[in-house]
């Protein structure tokens, strides 16, 4: 079991949902993602979603998109992004899950990455315009390697999907909780949190849930019933709002902490 | 009848591959909507009512069958013999309308109540908003802030027509950020929603779907060269941004091994500045708005910024089919500047009475090297693909800009 899996797997043990923390690297510098990274993960965050920054990223929201291009400006490259995992991997075990889109994965060349990012000691790739049609390119080489390849699992997806998202998952399904970008308000988490915990029972493989999660509250709301809970566009708007790197990473470490009161189970 | 050329056939299987491009590259909670586009689109290809309508509809209200003219005093400037494909002459201007119309009945058919598009030039949002003022479906528009600026008179039709214009200024605030802009409502709005795609671009089923209603323009003339000139011409030469007219009019010659199937992409300022709009001549393999294709990108794949003066071909990507036309050799892809492109406009104008629009100018710029290369007595058929009444504030900036 890779070390994604065995976080979802001890926050079980703990009775309480794993927390999932997206950060874009390179935002507002790579070694400032090194910080916030650590700090995520000494606040309590079980798993980073590592985000890669894309040109045009049309599943995000505005505060993503910006955090994206302030990343880009920085000069932020997939193989700069994997050095800085090499540096987040001398100070904590933390699962990293690098987050993003296809086309810098096609442009650095898929087993290439595969190979690259193992020895960086990144645990798996979510690659959120990468359906499991176009997928075997990339998931094949990782599987292989012994990385993991987080499906998505969406509002508008049928049975047949689902069950392909299950055959298909090494470790968690990501369950995005409704039809939207990141960082929208979800309208009926509740609802959504519910048929997560459905669906796990009957893929039998963890989900986490995604977009419209902000809050301690929201987070309460989902922890009960799914396995994973990811947070992102509210961490990414924290470390927008601080003025230096020092208090980007006191914000983040304040939010992760404050999110985790939401993980127990009653 | 859907036109399906020949040559494709075999390779637009389910998953819409041409050779290694095309694909389904989008998040998750659009692909079941592909899935039921799909369906529809196939099962309204087998229904003669459905036929039946758009024929009538593109008769009677959109104006076809467009004529096909011998252009001679251009011809006798150019040193070849010239046929217009007169697609200026559709109504809303454009051939944008021949696909509109296909989709928002496909559209209706499939119970949708909302309409949103992206446009550049504001040609496909104009042809969209007339379509869905037909229609009466709700309409909504994505537009890059620059090109609301460029193409000003119509963001005004549209918004007369009853469409809401979004100005976009993320990114470059062109049609790229339109493109992307529109995906984010559709993943939001998907289940009510049908995003009308303008181009040959897009990811599967959306390039073939705009390839076969475009696909008229090659059927008409194709038919209109035998007619007039008792003749196939040697060369069919289109614009090329997205690429739609240009695959609309190939789509009728794409079987007759003997016509020459040529693309002029915007060189911008020239492609060796770096400042163009041309990826099949000076891009390289990616994956951009759901489709893999030639794309302008830098080595670590970020998109860049494309640059041209004309917005409806200031786009980074190019339909994946002409990726494959380009690869397998059927079609070549040459690219032109702006200035090349100004000439061009001029040219039309003066030796015909036409004003093109500068996307369709691109073409005619290409016409003197392709006279050098095939002569005289060479016969050859140029979509005009739109007029350019829209441009007139570009072309006098211009104008007064040269001196």
């Known amino acids: 079991m890779g070390r994604i899996a065995d976080a979802f797997e001890n926050a079980r043990n703990e009775n309480r949902a794993a927390l999932v923390i997206y950060l874009c690297a390179g935002d507002p510098d790579l070694n400032a993602t090194v910080e916030l990274v650590v700090a995520a993960a000494d606040s309590g965050a079980d798993v980073v979603e590592l985000g890669v920054p894309f040109s045009d990223p049309t599943a995000d929201g505005p505060a993503i998109q910006r955090a994206a291009q302030r990343s880009l400006r920085g000069g932020t490259t997939l193989a700069k992004v994997l050095e800085t995992v090499r540096v987040i991997r001398r100070r904590t075990d933390v699962p990293i899950l690098l987050f993003g889109y296809y086309n810098p994965i096609l442009a650095y060349g898929e087993q290439k990455l595969v190979d690259d990012a193992a020895e960086s000691g990144a645990d798996g790739f979510l690659v959120v315009n990468l359906p499991p049609e176009e997928s075997a390119g990339l998931r094949g080489p990782a599987v292989e390697r012994g990385l993991d390849f987080v499906p998505l699992v969406a509002p508008t997806s049928d049975p047949h999907r689902i069950k392909q998202a299950g055959e298909m998952a090494t470790s968690f399904i990501y369950y995005v909780s409704m039809t939207g970008v990141t960082g929208s308000t979800a309208t009926d988490l509740a609802s959504a949190s519910k048929r997560a915990a459905a669906l796990q029972r009957e893929l039998g493989r963890p989900l986490a849930i995604g977009f419209g999660v902000k809050t301690k509250a929201d987070v309460a709301t989902v922890s009960p019933h799914a396995d994973g809970v990811v947070v992102g566009s509210a961490v990414v708007q924290a470390i927008e709002a601080a003025a230096s790197t020092d208090e980007a990473v006191a914000a983040v470490r304040a939010l992760v902490s404050e999110l985790t009161g939401g993980l127990a189970r009653q | ?403």
């Open chain 2, 1 to 403: 009848m859907r036109y399906v050329p020949r040559l494709m056939q075999p390779l637009e299987s389910v998953s819409g591959r041409y050779g290694p491009y095309g694909g389904r590259y989008v998040a998750e909670t659009l692909m079941p909507a592909l899935d039921e586009l799909t369906q529809a689109y196939e099962e309204s290809q087998r229904d003669p009512a459905f036929q039946a309508e758009l024929d009538s509809l593109l008769h009677h209200y959109a104006g076809r069958k467009t004529p096909t003219y011998f252009a001679s005093r251009l011809s006798e400037e150019v040193g070849m013999r010239i046929w217009l494909k007169r697609e200026d002459l559709c109504h809303t201007g454009a051939h944008k309308v021949n696909n509109t119309i296909g989709q928002i009945l496909l559209a209706k058919r499939m119970h949708k109540t909302r309409i949103i598009a992206e446009t550049g030039a504001g040609q496909h949002g104009v042809a969209t908003a007339t379509a869905c003022a037909l229609m009466g479906l709700p309409c909504e528009v994505f537009m890059g802030a620059e090109d609301v600026r460029r193409q000003a008179p119509n963001v005004q039709r549209m918004e007369l027509l009853g469409a809401k214009v979004h100005a976009i200024t993320s990114g470059s605030a062109t049609l790229k950020d339109a493109m992307n802009e529109a995906l984010r409502d559709w993943v939001t709005n998907v289940r009510t929603t049908h995003y009308c795609v303008g181009s040959v671009a897009g990811p599967h089923p959306y390039p073939m779907i705009v390839r076969d209603f475009q696909a008229i323009i090659g059927r008409e003339s194709r038919v209109q060269m035998l007619e007039q000139a008792g003749r196939l011409p040697d060369a069919v030469v289109a614009c090329v941004g997205g690429g739609s007219n240009a695959m609309g009019i190939f789509a009728g010659f794409i079987d007759d091994a003997a016509v020459r199937l040529i693309g002029v992409e915007a060189a911008g300022d020239g492609v060796a500045t770096g400042k163009h709009a041309a990826p099949l001549c000076a891009g390289g393999v990616g994956v951009l708005h759901g489709a893999k294709s030639y794309v302008l990108q830098t080595a670590d794949g970020q998109i860049v910024e494309a640059h041209s003066i004309s917005a409806g071909l200031d786009y980074p990507g190019v339909g994946p089919e002409h990726a494959w036309l380009k690869d397998t050799g059927r079609a070549t892809y040459t690219a032109v500047t702006d200035d090349a492109a100004l000439d061009a406009f001029h040219q039309l104008c003066r030796t015909e009475g036409i004003i093109p629009a500068l996307e369709t100018s691109h073409a005619f710029a290409y016409l003197p090297t392709l006279a050098k290369e095939l002569g005289p007595d060479a016969d050859v058929l140029v979509c005009l693909s739109g007029r350019g009444d829209k441009d007139l504030e570009t072309v006098i900036e211009k104008l007064e800009e040269r001196g």
